[in-house]
């Protein structure tokens, strides 16, 4: 069975001596709860998984129960130690004050229960863990699967990954491309939405929510202002709500607003986005064209190459110590521009599309940044970057 590299770190964090937290993030159907099991069936130690996807979002006394059946297994099992795992632990209220509560209670106790917490909603699970439970976790954030893990778990091509993305769980379906798209967008856009935004936070327009969403996925790669993203939405709303909604989506591994680059960072938050999904597969499906109508396009497939370049960069940047930004200056732009330990990388992206390279030539002279790539066209060919870290190019 495929196990993906986080399969390794989280058994080594769970079994050290010291005692943390071990937390779990991530977008929906990424295998968060798979791998988990995974480590369940490998090693034999006592262990209690429970999921609250269906437990009343009010009923904090549920985490405590489980609590207290793990404490009983570890008991009754006479071993020193064992696991409690609690997936989609962000649904109940108040979660972090009560995981607190009974954490410390164990250690003054000297129980040895570790704690491993699953959530697919990144935001309400950073509020909860800078909230409550500072100096007690680990935190790690599984993102969408990359090119590499694709192909070697589902044979995947590099062409294929582009458009199909890398969502494991619609991997068997791409034979039948209509059934893929009502899978990717019934199973996994819908739910993440309603399920991981809509029920979990207040939204006063949740059809202004939905419409962003749509909107800025059609357009991933490009960049426009709030002002003018409000033309493109029936219920606008102001540019404060679409920005607050972005960030909505930005938390549940769907759409991202990149920021223009700037030396000052203040100007940076203030800039206009560039649409970036975290997925190909969500371009692909909302697009009434199929996989080989749009590899015949060189321009509409050289924009999707570039939306799973993007989707590389961001999914890396929530786990790796790199930013990500793109860069334009009238005529001028550079694609994405990286910054990591100071040092910034620009990049601009060639495949199937036109253009001249006078934004590099610009961006070189204005900040003269550690390194300029050209990825794509005559440049470092696209299937090699995506099957790299980002931070190997420092």
Same mark, same amino acid.
């Given at each position: 069975?495929f196990q993906?590299p986080?399969?390794q770190n989280?058994?080594s964090?769970?079994?050290?001596?010291?005692k943390f937290i071990?937390?779990?993030?991530?977008p929906?159907?990424v295998g968060k709860t798979?791998?988990?099991?995974q480590?369940?069936?490998?090693?034999?130690?006592?262990?209690h998984y429970v999921?609250?996807?269906?437990v009343g979002?009010?009923?904090s006394?549920?985490?405590?129960q489980q609590?207290?059946?793990a404490?009983i297994?570890?008991?009754?099992?006479?071993a020193?130690e064992?696991?409690?795992?609690?997936d989609?632990i962000?649904k109940i209220?108040?979660?972090?004050e009560?995981?607190?509560?009974e954490?410390?209670?164990?250690?003054?106790?000297n129980?040895n229960?570790k704690?491993v917490l699953?959530g697919?909603?990144?935001l309400?699970?950073?509020q909860?863990?800078?909230?409550?439970?500072?100096g007690r976790?680990e935190?790690?954030?599984?993102?969408?699967?990359?090119?590499n893990?694709?192909?070697n778990?589902?044979?995947?091509t590099?062409?294929?990954y582009?458009w199909y993305?890398? @969502?494991?769980?619609?991997?068997? *379906?791409?034979n039948?491309?209509? $059934?893929?798209?009502n899978?990717?967008? %019934?199973a996994?856009? =819908?739910?993440?939405?309603s399920k991981d935004?809509?029920?979990l936070t207040?939204?006063?327009?949740p059809a202004?929510?939905?419409?962003?969403f749509e909107v800025?996925?059609?357009?991933?790669g490009?960049?426009?202002?709030?002002?003018k993203l409000?033309g493109q939405?029936?219920d606008?709303?102001?540019t404060?709500t679409?920005?607050?909604?972005?960030?909505?989506?930005d938390?549940a591994?769907?759409l991202?607003?990149?920021g223009?680059y700037?030396?000052?960072k203040v100007?940076q938050r203030?800039s206009?986005?560039k649409?970036q999904?975290y997925?190909?597969?969500?371009?692909?499906?909302l697009l009434?064209s199929g996989f080989?109508?749009?590899?015949?396009?060189?321009?509409q497939?050289?924009r999707m190459?570039e939306?799973?370049?993007?989707?590389?960069?961001?999914? @890396?940047?929530?786990?790796e110590? *790199?930013?990500?930004?793109?860069? $334009?200056h009238r005529n001028d732009e550079v %694609?994405?521009v990286? =910054?990591?330990?100071g040092?910034?990388?620009g990049?601009e992206i060639?495949?199937?599309?036109?253009?001249?390279?006078?934004?590099?030539?610009?961006?070189?002279?204005?900040f003269s940044?550690?390194k300029?790539?050209?990825i794509g066209d005559?440049g470092?060919p696209?299937q090699?970057?995506?099957d790299?870290n980002?931070?190997d190019?420092?």
């Amino acid at each position: 069975m495929f196990q993906r590299p986080h399969y390794q770190n989280i058994v080594s964090r769970i079994k050290e001596e010291r005692k943390f937290i071990q937390v779990i993030m991530g977008p929906r159907q990424v295998g968060k709860t798979t791998l988990v099991q995974q480590i369940l069936e490998d090693h034999k130690f006592p262990y209690h998984y429970v999921s609250a996807d269906a437990v009343g979002s009010i009923n904090s006394a549920w985490i405590e129960q489980q609590w207290e059946n793990a404490r009983i297994k570890l008991k009754t099992s006479g071993a020193n130690e064992a696991l409690l795992v609690i997936d989609e632990i962000q649904k109940i209220k108040n979660w972090s004050e009560v995981v607190k509560a009974e954490w410390d209670q164990d250690s003054i106790s000297n129980i040895n229960l570790k704690v491993v917490l699953l959530g697919s909603s990144r935001l309400l699970m950073q509020q909860g863990l800078t909230e409550s439970l500072a100096g007690r976790f680990e935190t790690i954030y599984m993102g969408h699967w990359s090119l590499n893990e694709m192909s070697n778990a589902f044979g995947f091509t590099p062409q294929q990954y582009i458009w199909y993305g890398g @969502y494991p769980g619609a991997a068997y *379906l791409i034979n039948d491309e209509k $059934r893929w798209k009502n899978y990717v967008k %019934d199973a996994l856009i =819908e739910p993440s939405i309603s399920k991981d935004i809509l029920l979990l936070t207040r939204i006063d327009k949740p059809a202004l929510l939905k419409q962003l969403f749509e909107v800025g996925t059609i357009y991933s790669g490009q960049i426009l202002s709030y002002s003018k993203l409000t033309g493109q939405l029936q219920d606008a709303g102001n540019t404060t709500t679409i920005a607050h909604y972005l960030s909505l989506l930005d938390t549940a591994g769907l759409l991202a607003g990149l920021g223009k680059y700037y030396i000052e960072k203040v100007r940076q938050r203030a800039s206009s986005p560039k649409f970036q999904v975290y997925n190909t597969a969500l371009i692909s499906a909302l697009l009434p064209s199929g996989f080989n109508e749009i590899l015949s396009h060189p321009e509409q497939w050289g924009r999707m190459v570039e939306s799973a370049i993007g989707a590389h960069l961001i999914n @890396y940047s929530r786990s790796e110590d *790199l930013q990500v930004y793109y860069w $334009r200056h009238r005529n001028d732009e550079v %694609d994405f521009v990286l =910054e990591h330990a100071g040092k910034v990388i620009g990049l601009e992206i060639k495949s199937g599309r036109t253009g001249k390279l006078t934004g590099m030539q610009a961006f070189q002279k204005k900040f003269s940044p550690y390194k300029i790539l050209l990825i794509g066209d005559k440049g470092l060919p696209w299937q090699e970057f995506l099957d790299i870290n980002p931070l190997d190019l420092y």
